[in-house]
């Protein structure tokens, strides 16, 4: 019997999406077929583990429930069993490493302190990936390669469709194209329910080189089709009144006859938002935040402060002297096998050459992989470095520093029930998904502020997403983690024709030298 038609649901911040998600998922999983899977695909650990805590809460989690990252469904689903059949010759033992190609490469010429022309380059990269692939070794960024053109073949495709009763896509604006390739394959087998979500306003994701323009992004590609039962979710759930009413001004976009406008769920107008007037360093700014907190009784571990830059970033850290804590976020399988994949990596060894040659179990490896995991979580392990020393002195591993350690990759948030007297700090791609009752994001430059306070649809659509990039839908994702309290600030003084903006969008200034066109309020 062939599938219903596929369901796209548009969703904007604090809509709900994991609350209806988590229904949706209920409602389904009594028509499970024990010999067939549904499959939950989130873009972070985090999001994948809150999930599976609302639903361990409700439900016993069937072991044909899979629930993860990207990487991890085409891991298990695609690459491991079918990899081996598709262009790259990828040996029989999978290994992923938490790094790209390109990281290899750049670290073979650190190493080597050879230059290539980008001939040479283009041929010592591919040198570089087949020998990897030999070995088993798939990077990073090969995952989707892979399991696109594993698809690709008519028989795999309908293995794995008939492998898959349900398949559920959380965040789906982060999707690429290789992604949605592989999604269609599947919608096109008709033997697999699709429910996907996500907000177009929240894809900050570096475009690749098949996305030439933001219009083009598989969500509002799939959304200006008629094969997805499309519906829109224009509630807001998280944020107050008057952060929502902020919010509107960035997402007006339109739906076949309907704007994109959300509504406030509760009736709480919240406070209003803030500019802390103050330059040059984060510590005045912080400090300012603090201290609206701290009259609002606003507890620590209530509060996050966000930034695009990591530079940024650190200077926050410092300023709260230890007392603040990092999200997880990373695309692993699951941590611990990421853990192990890289400490097989460091070693280049496979699992049995690994245990063979330390004289160790695979239980023994697993114990290893959680000392790393807490060791990371403690902040023993910050860098490189001080992973290859510490899994050499306490495990005695002989390793090697051909591929690199992508650290940021590897750590896992362990909940602390006492956190009180810790602020949530990370950048804007860290802390998506997430939320908290009073949040200050920082722009580095007044460059970055007025992009980010880009309120025309057309101007904000023609800002590419590249690293190097600030572009406007960056602000939006900080600004709508916010739940009562919104506070904004700047590492440069902003001119005239910013405070303008600022007021304009019901902006208050706090603090600074005020003049008579900006909208006055006391620190509280």
């Not at 935040?289 to 990591?310: G, P, S, T, V, Y």
Request: charge should be neutral; aromatic fraction near 8%.
């Amino acid at each position: 019997m062939p599938s219903p038609k596929p369901r796209l649901v548009i969703a904007g911040p604090g809509a709900g999406k994991t609350h209806n998600m988590v229904e949706t998922i209920i409602g389904a999983l009594p028509y499970l077929s024990p010999a067939k899977y549904m499959v939950v695909i989130t873009y972070t650990n985090s999001a994948t583990n809150n999930i599976r805590k609302r639903l361990s809460k409700k439900i016993k989690i069937p072991e044909n429930l899979f629930i993860g990252t990207i990487h991890a469904f085409m891991n298990r689903f695609i690459v491991i069993p079918f990899g081996s059949f598709s262009e790259e010759e990828v040996g029989k033992e999978k290994r992923f490493i938490q790094c790209s190609l390109k990281a290899v490469f750049e670290r073979h010429i650190k190493d080597s302190g050879k230059t290539y022309s980008q001939k040479e380059s283009g041929i010592v990269k591919a040198n570089i990936k087949n020998s990897l692939n030999k070995q088993g070794y798939i990077s990073f960024d090969q995952t989707l390669n892979i399991a696109a053109q594993s698809m690709a073949v008519k028989e795999i495709a309908e293995l794995v469709a008939d492998r898959l009763q349900y398949l559920f896509i959380d965040e789906f604006q982060d999707t690429n194209n290789k992604v949605y390739e592989v999604l269609e394959i599947l919608r096109k087998q008709k033997k697999t329910e699709i429910y996907i979500v996500g907000d177009p306003e929240q894809y900050i994701t570096s475009f690749d080189s098949s996305i030439k323009n933001y219009t083009r992004i598989p969500i509002l590609r799939a959304a200006g089709t008629n094969v997805y039962d499309l519906s829109i979710n224009q509630t807001n759930r998280r944020c107050s009144k008057k952060i929502t009413t902020f919010l509107n001004n960035f997402n007006k976009r339109q739906y076949g006859s309907d704007f994109f406008e959300q509504l406030p769920y509760s009736d709480d107008e919240g406070h209003d938002i803030k500019f802390i007037d103050e330059h040059t360093d984060t510590k005045p700014i912080v400090e300012r935040f603090i201290a609206i907190c701290e009259n609002l009784e606003i507890q620590e571990n209530d509060r996050c402060i966000i930034a695009k830059k990591n530079d940024v970033i650190r200077r926050i850290e410092s300023v709260l002297e230890g007392r603040s804590v990092s999200p997880n976020q990373n695309g692993a399988i699951t941590p611990l096998n990421a853990i192990k994949d890289t400490i097989l990596a460091s070693a280049q060894l496979t699992q049995s050459e690994f245990c063979k040659k330390n004289d160790c179990s695979n239980m023994k490896l697993r114990q290893y992989c959680v000392e790393t995991m807490i060791a990371l979580s403690d902040g023993r392990i910050t860098n490189e470095a001080s992973f290859f020393e510490f899994i050499t002195e306490n495990f005695g591993i002989t390793v090697k520093t051909e591929i690199p350690i992508n650290i940021n990759g590897l750590k896992y948030r362990v909940e602390n029930t006492d956190s009180k007297e810790f602020t949530l700090v990370g950048n804007i791609h860290q802390v998506k998904g997430l939320e908290a009752k009073a949040v200050l994001t920082i722009a580095k430059t007044e460059e970055e502020l007025k992009l980010w306070l880009t309120i025309d649809q057309t101007i904000r659509e023609t800002k590419r997403g590249k690293e190097d990039t600030d572009y406007p839908r960056i602000g939006y994702v900080a600004f709508s983690r916010a739940e009562e309290l919104l506070c904004i600030g700047c590492l440069e003084q902003i001119s005239e024709f910013t405070r303008n903006i600022l007021t304009s969008l019901n902006v208050y200034i706090v603090g600074g030298e005020l003049n008579a066109q900006t909208k006055i309020e006391s620190l509280f």
